[in-house]
T-cell receptor, first 109, second 113 residues
Framework: TQLLEQSPQFLSIQEGENLTVYCNSS?????LQWYRQEPGEGPVLLVT?????EVKKLKRLTFQFGDARKDSSLHITAAQPGDTGLYLC?????????FGKGTHLIIQP | GAVVSQHPSRVICKSGTSVKIECRSL??????MFWYRQFPKQSLMLMAT?????????EQGVEKDKFLINHASLTLSTLTVTSAHPEDSSFYIC?????????FGPGTRLTVT
């Protein structure tokens, strides 16, 4: 079973600050996905990383896939209250995705 | 991106009754759909993989006789929770896969009283 560890589990910061959340595994993944989920809704895909060392940017969000394809990070610059939510990393391909436990992020105005 | 819908969005049922949840891919055909369950403050746990025209594949620990899955067409999968109990109360989320990504439905909140 492939396991994904996410850290921190909870994070509460002030608007305007920067933050990084991590997703780590002892297994190699062909790809990793990052999702954001709001209460009572399904996860929404933010990005998929497939190449070791890959860096993808989505406005203020920067995603990195580790060289060995075992870990990934999400960095948010100048966080805004609208960034509040549960951030989930997942790995897998054609089979069902394996999810980390998520990072609950709260951005306080 | 592709759209996946679920119906109903919320359902309350009495203990011992059965509840059916529908998952539809609205603008693409999905040979494979997945059912997840999420308890409060927790992550998504894969319950089963639903393949069109064949039996679903259940994850370890998920009772196939309790959670009946039918994937009758390329755009519809259903999950029936049979003889529901309060511990089945949860947020059930389906996803459908195209050639590249998995797209998630908005979820169904099941409350068993």
């Amino acid at each position: 079973t492939q396991l994904l560890e996410q850290s921190p589990q909870f994070l509460s910061i002030q608007e305007g600050e920067n933050l990084t959340v991590y997703c780590n595994s002892s297994s190699v993944f062909s790809s990793l996905q990052w999702y954001r989920q709001e209460p009572g809704e399904g996860p929404v895909l933010l990005v998929t990383v497939v190449t070791g060392g890959e860096v993808k940017k989505l406005k203020r969000l920067t995603f990195q896939f580790g060289d060995a394809r075992k870990d990934s990070s999400l960095h948010i610059t100048a966080a805004q209250p609208g960034d509040t939510g549960l951030y989930l990393c997942s790995g897998g391909g054609a089979d069902g995705l394996t999810f980390g436990k998520g990072t609950h992020l709260i951005i306080q105005p | 991106g592709a759209v996946v819908s679920q119906h109903p969005s919320r359902v309350i049922c009495k203990s011992g009754t059965s509840v059916k949840i529908e998952c539809r891919s609205l603008d693409f055909q999905a040979t494979t759909m997945f059912w997840y369950r999420q308890f409060p403050k927790q992550s998504l746990m894969l319950m089963a993989t639903s393949n069109e025209g064949s039996k679903a594949t259940y994850e370890q620990g998920v009772e196939k006789d309790k959670f009946l899955i039918n994937h009758a067409s390329l755009t519809l999968s259903t999950l029936t929770v049979t003889s529901a109990h309060p511990e089945d109360s949860s947020f059930y989320i389906c996803s459908a896969r195209d050639a590249y990504e998995q797209y998630f439905g908005p979820g169904t909140r099941l409350t068993v009283t």
